[in-house]
């Protein structure tokens, strides 16, 4: 992704550092071909050339961009299992995925981690978006997920002869976790996504309390990908898949709904980063009866609701990581709604602002690999910021509000937001 070149200072706003430190009020922002020169108070602030570009934060906030850590761009519109896999073929997919890229950086997340993907399509639209070729998140890929053989993920049955080839790569045994894995070295995949539990979703055959991996599955994946050099990670409700995941090694947990004092214990010592991704619980109960979720999915919901809120909070005061991102694309839970996790997390689970907005930034970029590159406002990092007209440390749900985004930066280019020009888009 080119840097701009020059440089710009952002004046007028409180500083975010993104590290959890309190807001430096009155700060300046000063980019210099695209990276951070200077992130502090404008007493201190250095002097600048006179025809640096200038920025006006209106008396709002300057903060890191955001960091959509369970970033699902194949997902649009999902109703229901068939829309995920084979409701659209996969030349289509990839337009949708560039479109749901293209909004997520409009809302702020300029950088975000595939939790799975049709085919191998983030791989392409990370390399799409690093040549400047299409706007998006500085993306970390999944490609295509790997689920034991009647698993959540395996639901086409046998008379369809469609397997579930495009979203998930389905096995039996070590031997084939093994292989699945190899499968997606060459293709380019930096995460391995996999389901070791089931879900609220599928409540009679793989609830959230089902295994759908073993640990030998889950061992066998976690030796192969750190061989070459990839991490794993994986949907964990049930209690015992977290134990699994994290005594096989897993680099990060999806959800980590049912962590008890072991789990915890683990996720402390090996500060394991974990993504909880629970608004999307709150919205399958609330919407879900209307549009016809059984009353099984809704409850199986209402567990996994209390239960991931109540795991992030014994992790997040025991001193453990966690992400945010939300699982977007569902009907009930579309792209574009990325930040009312950040607001679910302020009002329903708890955390401060400030602690949300550090899991949404920090912790983001240390998940994807990039805590050096982004995700705080410090020297020698990319010039990737968002600048609101408000305070969001007062109102978090500002970042839902792309109207009040007075820019949205990547690398000291402005890519979004109101001051966003035409020229300054990809060429
Ligand atoms: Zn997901």
Redesign the pocket.
Known sequence: MNLASGCTVVRNGQLVIGNGLPAIPEAVLVLQDGRIAYAGPAAAAPATPPDARTIDARGGTIMPGLVEA?F?PTYFNVAALEDLDIKYPVEYVTLLAATNAKLALECGYTAARS??SLFNIDVWLKKAIEKDLVPGPRLAASGREICGVGGLMDWNPDFRKIGMEGLVLLINGPDEARAAVRKLVKDGVEWVKTYPTGDAAAPDVNDHHTLCMTYDEMHAVVATAHNHGMKVTG?CRATEGIRNALKAGYDTL?HGTFVDDECLDMIIERNVPVVP?LYFELASIEQGPAIGMGQKVVDGHKETLEGGAESARRILKAGGRLGMGG?YGFAWNPHGDYAKELEFFVNYVGFSPLETITCATQTGAEIMGRGDEFGTLEPGKLGDVLIVDGDVLADISLLQQRSKFIAVIQGGVVKAGQMSQPSELPR
Do not use: N
Request: no cysteine; hydrophobic share 10%; proline share 0%.
């Open positions: 369970h699902h939790g799975g949907h999806e991704a699982d």
